[in-house]
């Protein structure tokens, strides 16, 4: 087993045994699932944040990304784990979020935070099933004139093209687990 293969495993682990549930469930795109991926269940914990928040940053340090963000609310708490362990390797790193409609009070802000166009952008994403989220915040983020490097996801439900779409849109595109592999890490065939 490969040093990268450690974390990758540790991490479907905590996935297969916090975040994933078996029954029904209606998905943000309507459709309705079997299994559910609730990757918050995993990254609001010590364990979880440390871990997500290591493996996006061995991500960006090869990519020389210096801004990340992603859509309210699913990205939040990815974009923070990520400043974190930042933090901790002594990176200058700056995060944003993108609101899912414009502030009505304040700034008036779609994109909230540290937001910097002109900084090397990458999107971070909680669980993709039709892309379609990530690719708001692509939007959001190129109509204010930022450009994206990269899109790194949590979890790849594998279906529906959702990595297909996000790469259509950006060409750097990488999940750090997917629903077959959580299932592995679950005892499911």
Same mark, same amino acid.
């Given at each position: !087993? ?9 991490? @479907?682990? =905590? =996935? ?21 991926? #609730? ?12 871990? &997500? $928040?290591? !493996? ?8 020389? &990304?210096?801004?990340?963000?992603? !859509?309210?609310? $699913?990205?939040?708490? =990815?974009?923070?784990?990520?400043? +974190? ?7 200058? @790193? #700056?995060? *944003? ?13 779609? =994109?909230?935070?540290? *937001? #910097? ?6 999107? @971070? ?5 039709? $892309? ?12 204010? $004139?930022?450009? %994206? ?10 279906? #529906?093209?959702? %990595?297909? +779409? ?15 592999? &959580? ?7």
């Amino acid at each position: !087993m490969s040093d990268a293969a450690i974390p990758a495993n540790e991490l @479907l682990h =905590l =996935l297969s045994r916090l975040s994933y549930r078996r029954g029904s469930f209606r998905l943000a795109s309507g459709k309705t699932s079997d299994f559910y991926v #609730d990757v918050k269940q995993t990254v609001y914990t010590a364990a979880g944040a440390a871990l &997500i $928040g290591r !493996m996006i940053c061995d991500l960006l340090a090869r990519r020389s &990304i210096d801004l990340v963000g992603g !859509m309210a609310l $699913g990205a939040i708490p =990815l974009v923070d784990a990520t400043l +974190n362990e930042a933090a901790r390797r002594g990176w200058a @790193l #700056d995060g *944003f979020f993108v609101r899912k409609d414009v502030k009505e009070h304040g700034t008036a802000a779609k =994109l909230d935070g540290r *937001f #910097d166009a002109t900084k090397r952008i990458a999107i @971070l994403e909680d669980v993709v099933t039709t $892309g379609e989220s990530t690719v708001r915040a692509i939007d959001a983020v190129e109509a204010a $004139g930022g450009r %994206i490097s990269c899109v790194i996801v949590v979890v790849d439900r594998e279906e #529906d093209g959702g %990595i297909r +779409n996000i790469a259509r849109h950006c060409g750097d595109v990488v999940s750090l687990a997917t629903k077959s592999g &959580i299932r592995h890490a679950a005892g499911e065939a």
